[in-house]
């Protein structure tokens, strides 16, 4: 029987968490699935572990490859998918009881829905809850409501890992390798192709935030940094198809030239001159500025008529007069 759902899940030396994630899944009570578990590299015994739940179930596929990073496994994992909707689950995360059964079962009765998201929450190794996201349900139709909403990240979030998916939308689309804006810089690409997203209440993701040995753990650099720029630049540029929305395309702009600025912080000696090329050509104009509910409008200002350079100097100096 083809599977109907595709979960990747990149391994990367968890031994000590991968059983619970793997059971969380296979213990769902919706069954037809395929669990693709990318063992990238490990070190540990996870590569082991992987081969030992594949002999326990025929529903699991193992991947072994040289380390390359979670967005080269999660590229692998989309290369093998072969279900009509897909999803990703983190190997230090698991999955609340009946959370793919209570979704599926919605998508398979709505089949113009193109994505799902479900609730999350956050959580620390002891197991200790630390804070919950569960918007209302809500339906999301076109192209606009749908960047609306996932721009600003709320009712709709950046990340990829409390999403169903329908596998089509992922056609020609793989994750930026070597970066750390794996989930920021996707949104882009589904701006065009996600015209109907569903918000649910069903289900619970639990995302663990301070494994150390992480994929995503630690301080953000220059060049993460940069990463984010990058990925806020290009979500910027989606602005264009939609003129409307001026005050969020200020307060998206205000993002990416924030993130430059934390960028030369980290790294006051680095060289910014093809960043700050990029913030003179996308500086939103005085009357866009002036027309923008809700922004920041003081800095903007002053950094439009000091010019990009000066203003993030002056900026800088200010923050370290005041340390």
Known sequence: M?????IITPVYNVESYLDRCVQSILCQ????IELILIDDGSTDSSSKKCEEWARKDNRIIVIHKDNGGVSSARNAGLEKA???????????DFLAPD???????YLLEHRDVDILQYPYCNYISNDEILDCHKPFSTLLVGSENVFRNWWSGSPLEYVIWNKIYKRNIWDGIHFNVGHVSEDTCLVPFFVN???????SEQGM?????????SYTFGEYTFDKNIDLFEAHTAIFECFKQFPDMITEKVLAFTRLYRRLIIAKQTEPSANINTQLQLIRLLFPSWLDILKSRDTEKLWLVTAKIFGAKFFIK?????LKFIE
């Open 82 to 92: 072969s279900g009509e909707y897909l999803t990703f689950v983190d190997p230090d």
């Open 2 to 6: 083809v599977p109907l759902l595709s």
């Open 314 to 318: 002056m900026f800088l100096r200010y």
């Open 205 to 213: 993701y639990y995302y663990q935030r301070n494994r150390i040995n």
């Open 99 to 105: 959370t793919y059964n209570l979704n599926m079962e």
């Open 193 to 199: 192709r996600a015209k109907s997203v569903y918000i």
């Open 29 to 32: 009570s919706y069954c037809n």
